[in-house]
């Protein structure tokens, strides 16, 4: 038995993860209100587009797949019109023997267009299997170069991450873009040469023939429709747990997950969120079924308006029996083909309204590319200007950065200090030309960063952030980066023996050549201060007029903080230094030192003057001393 009152209170079971439903100018479907008519219009324009692209990266696959398309047609064209002359001899007069023998050239006839027919959809699917993947690489570089490529404050844009997890959709769905367009080609082209042959047998079929297959093609399209809605409806949720997905199942942050007891909370939560996914995803599933069974009951009772039709046009003798026979399998070839139509049709639809969301995107990666000038930084660089400059970050009421002003010359170490959200980094980001003020203006030796080609601004940084990347290179490419200087190692180790690495690097198992990611096959780990290290030696070997360092040894040790300071120092005389530090003895080092408070300086001098003068730096050297 338990006493209630020394029972431990039941633990409140955890929050399901926060609904995420769009709120911005984005959350308008692209489909609603988009009509039967607007969306074949579109077939056309999705057609070119593949043809275009498809011409593009194999022009003799591209030129091989349209000839198929051709011959499918003549193929079929040329097997039903010789059915026709078949059976007129097969339904004729005379014995079987004789009736059989003036139908076989049309029989041969048949047997080789078939065998044409058949040839050219093998030969579609080669060319296909040649087009696709590098379509789809296409697609897949141009996307992440699109993402590369834009202002980095277009990443905190409303709407950005989940346009761009709706372009990823459609970068997948390239992988069918020539199939559903060659599909939807052949029976496009079978239909038409099956509807001529109909037409010629008796006009009254073809109409008849189109009433059966019409509610197919508009179920496809209602079923199309419903589809993409789930998938926008869900393009949010997606987005949170690909991402969850990726932070939790990756090596890195294992321990993290696992020592605070993270792990049934977060399988917890992706279930919780997967299941919502498919709650939507299921709900969809019974509109499905009527649409289809709508369509299937009305395209069924259409067909057999056609074959009454057809067996009336018979037996009231307004057709002869060979040509009704012939009519038979014409019908059937025909709707055969007008069901491939519909069906390729809004499958090729389907996908074209993701290729809009990639193209969409990437439109929108244009726009949100750098505009400015095309000015030339260059090598060398006096002097950096800030004049009163203003940053907000996208959403945010306080700006980052209220109105700073100031003036670094090439010699001089500068620390930024304050405490945490001050707007140090923003600060930092503004003087690497990574953004751009909204008011008032950077500008390196006179030039404003505003009229100056990025990547001119950014040969003249190196950047050591305060969240860095361990990428899964090489332990050479993983100081080169940005700087490739393959063709001699003496740099790499120079900058390597100044953040105190060597021995480390030489202990690796392929020294230079070894993988820095663990979980890759031969690949080597290393500590996060070693991997700290190493960011500083890629800023070291870099060797530019600016050095920004945010929070540079917040993971070394006493010997790595000391190694990179005594580095600062050397490099000081022929650069402008930044450095963000929480460490204010470190600022000891530098000529100036400036407080932040609220996006604004609030102080600034150097250490020994602001130690003594009773302000924020005062405060917080005390505390730094009282622990
Ligand atoms: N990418 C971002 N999007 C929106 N707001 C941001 C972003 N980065 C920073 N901020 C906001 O800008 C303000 C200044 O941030 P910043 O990172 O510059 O501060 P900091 O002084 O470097 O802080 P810390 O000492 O914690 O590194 C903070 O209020 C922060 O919430």
Known sequence: MTDASTTPPKTPPPPPPASLTYGSKFAENPLEGARFGAMARRLPSVLAHTARKAWEVDKQAAVLLLACQIFTGIAAAVVLATTARAMTHILGGGTVSERLHGALPALVVVTLAAGVGRMCSLLSSYTDGRITPLLTTDADVALVAAVLRVESSAYGRDGFADQQEAAEIGVTRTRLMVQDAQ??????????????????????????????????????????????????????????????????????????????????????????????????????????????????????????????????????????????????????????????????????????????????FLDLADELAPKRGALTIPERIEEIRIDEAVYHYPGKEEPAVAGVSLTLRRGEILALVGENGSGKSTLARLI??????????????????????????????????????????????????????????????????????????????????????????????????????????????????????????????????????????????????????????????????????????????????????????ADLVALAKDR
Not at 210 to 239: C, E, I, K, M
Not at 461 to 478: D, I, K
Not at 566 to 589: D, G
Request: aromatic share 6%; hydrophobic share 45%; glycine share 8%.
């Open 183 to 360: 599909r939807f080609t052949a029976a496009l082209v079978r239909m038409v040469a099956a509807g001529g042959v109909i037409t010629v047998l008796h006009p009254l079929l073809l109409p008849v023939l189109l009433l059966a297959v019409l509610p197919a093609g508009v179920g496809a399209v209602l079923s199309a429709r419903v589809d993409y809605r789930t998938h926008f409806l869900n393009l949010g949720d997606r987005n949170v747990r690909a991402m969850m997905r990726s932070w939790s199942t990756h090596a890195r942050f294992g321990d993290e997950v696992r020592a605070n007891s993270m792990t049934d909370y977060q399988i917890y939560w992706y279930r919780a969120l997967s299941e919502r996914i498919d709650q939507r995803t299921l709900k969809a599933v019974p509109q499905m079924l009527r649409i289809q069974t709508a369509s299937s009951a009305l395209g069924g009772f259409f067909l057999m308006c056609t074959w009454a039709t057809l067996a009336g046009l018979a037996i009231t003798g307004r057709i002869a029996l060979p040509i009704a026979a012939t009519a038979v399998v014409a019908v059937q070839t025909a709707v055969a083909a007008l069901t491939q139509v519909v069906i390729q049709g809004a499958a090729l639809f389907h996908t074209s309204l993701y290729l809009v969301d990639m193209r969409a």
């Open 432 to 617: 690497t030309g990574i953004v751009l003020p909204d008011k008032g203006a950077v500008q390196f030796d006179g030039i404003n960063l505003a009229d100056a080609a990025p990547s001119s601004v950014w040969s003249r940084t190196s950047l050591v952030p305060q969240n860095f990347a361990c990428w899964p290179l090489r332990a050479r490419e993983n100081v080169t980066l940005g700087q490739p200087r393959t063709h001699d190692d003496g740099p790499v180790w120079k900058a390597i023996d100044a953040v105190g690495m060597r021995e480390e690097v030489e202990k690796l198992p392929q020294g230079l050549d070894t993988l820095l990611a663990r979980e890759l096959f031969g690949g080597a780990e290393l500590s996060g201060g070693q991997w700290q290290r190493l960011v500083c030696s890629r800023a070291l070997y870099r060797q530019t007029p600016i050095v920004i360092l945010d929070e540079p040894t917040s993971q070394m040790d006493a010997r790595g903080e000391h190694a990179i300071f005594q580095q600062i120092k050397q490099i000081a005389p022929h650069c402008m230094t930044v450095v963000v530090t929480h460490q204010l003895e470190n600022t000891r080092l530098a000529d100036r030192i400036l407080v932040m408070d609220k996006g604004r300086v609030i102080e600034q001098g150097t250490y020994d003057e602001l130690v003594h003068a009773g302000g924020q730096f």
